[in-house]
């Protein structure tokens, strides 16, 4: 039964602190649902908000940090996820009004057992920002990205890529999206621009994604442009079989099948591997599906060519995943280097002679690309790498190395358009 006397807009504060509370424990973020939120408005701007908080993540760090001088009290439930959220209302989203973002904020820690002994102190705080709000919001933007990884991404893409991180960050991620048929009508129908061969990209984004047209038909699926590279660059023989590893959810399996080859898709997770069905179901598209440990897969015969999206730091998703690049650490990414070269190992054991691999991650990271490839070449001496050529992405000519590997990050952009892309590294091999 809904609580009568429940201040209006305190469900949607408590909603959005709970979930800001898990990403900042370190889980992914996904929006909040129906389940969560049922008013749509309601879950729209609680969305917003957690969206925003985690996007200012490093300019909130800082506000904190010079509002509580003795720091974040210890074991204080709820107390900095609301405090996060008000912050943010309070300096970066002020057309959201300064009396709701204090006045929610003391009841939201009032309603914790664990914060409501410091409802006085989150009203004595967010006055305080509430005064030097403006301050607050001009602080320097080179704050929004974590030190240890920014200072790595200087190195590696130069000063000039880096300015554009932080836009890259606050401005978000177009919708992207990889078409089935090659209709030109298509690009109008929906509202877009291609950008890149056969994607399209999205500017608005004021749909859910099954309510754009043609969903339903299946004629085109959701993949960001800088994903769209790696099965792109798959050179194996017309109509070989190709083995797509750790393939969920299906985006890479879908431009194999499209671009005329027999696939096998695996992948672990039977969740993520249902989904897959699902979409190539979609699609109108067939393909092999296998449920196993891509380590230890062993085929009964080997393959033209095996595509491997491994999993990685995910740092160059970070338009879409702010939380990623807080949540990371050094040892996160020297795990997954670890377990790449597992992977990488096992996907050469299932090539056939001449048979092509693809290896791809969605990392920022050169410990997972560019120094895996230095890796492959010292250790696996059966794979040469096989260069990709300029001209085999026209419309992104930049991200090709001087190495013939490929290279994007979010201040590339594709084509004429905007928005940048995700950071992806692609290398290509042939088995000798």
């Excluded at 296998?290 to 491994?310: E, K, S, Y």
Aim: with cysteine.
């Amino acid at each position: 039964m809904t609580d009568k006397t429940e201040p209006a807009g305190l469900r949607l504060r408590l909603a959005a602190a709970k979930r800001l509370r898990a990403v900042l424990a370190g889980e992914n973020f996904s929006p909040l649902a129906t389940a969560d939120l049922a008013d749509g408005r309601d879950r729209a701007l609680a969305n917003r908000l957690i969206t925003t908080a985690l996007r200012r993540h490093g300019q909130l760090n800082v506000t904190i940090a010079e509002l509580l001088e003795k720091g974040l009290p210890p074991r204080s439930g709820s107390f900095e996820a609301v405090l996060r959220l008000s912050l943010t209302q309070l300096v970066f989203l002020p057309d959201l009004g300064a009396h709701s973002a204090l006045f929610l904020a003391v009841e939201a820690t009032k309603r914790d057992p664990k914060s409501r002994h410091l409802s006085g102190l989150m009203n004595a705080v967010l006055r305080r920002a509430q005064a030097n709000s403006a301050r607050f919001g001009m602080l320097d933007d080179a704050l929004l990205l974590p030190m240890p990884f920014a200072d790595t991404w200087r190195q590696a893409y130069g000063d000039a890529a880096l300015m554009d991180f932080p836009r890259a960050l606050l401005e978000g991620a177009p919708l992207d999206l990889t078409l089935r048929d090659d209709d030109p009508g298509l690009a109008e129908a929906l509202g877009g621009e291609l950008v890149m061969a056969d994607t399209l990209r999205l500017e608005q984004r004021d749909r859910p994604v099954d309510a754009l047209p043609f969903y339903n038909e299946g004629r085109w699926w959701v993949q960001d442009a800088a994903a769209a590279i790696p099965a792109r660059l798959m050179t194996a023989r017309a109509g070989g079989r190709i083995l797509d590893l750790c393939a969920a959810p299906g985006g890479k399996t879908a431009q194999l099948v499209k671009a005329g080859y027999r696939v096998t898709a695996l992948d672990s997770d039977a969740a993520r591997m249902a989904r897959l069905e699902q979409n190539l179901d979609r699609l109108g598209y067939q393909a092999e599906t296998v449920i196993a440990d891509a380590i230890g897969f062993t085929p009964d015969r080997p393959f033209d060519g095996v595509l491997l999206d491994a999993p990685c730091s995910a740092t160059g998703t970070f338009r879409r995943h702010p939380e990623v690049i807080w949540n990371r650490t050094a040892a996160d990414v020297a795990g997954r280097v670890r377990l790449q070269r597992a992977l990488i190992t096992n996907a050469y054991r299932c090539l056939e002679a001449g048979g092509i691999l693809i290896y791809c991650v969605c990392s920022l990271e050169p410990a997972e690309g560019e120094e895996q490839l230095d890796w492959v070449l010292k250790t696996l001496p059966g794979l040469e790498f096989l260069p990709v050529a300029q001209s085999e992405l026209p419309d992104l000519a930049a991200a090709v190395t001087d190495r013939g590997a490929v290279r994007t990050h979010p201040g590339l952009t594709p084509g004429e358009g905007a928005g940048g892309m995700d950071g992806f590294f692609v290398a290509r091999f042939r088995r000798r």
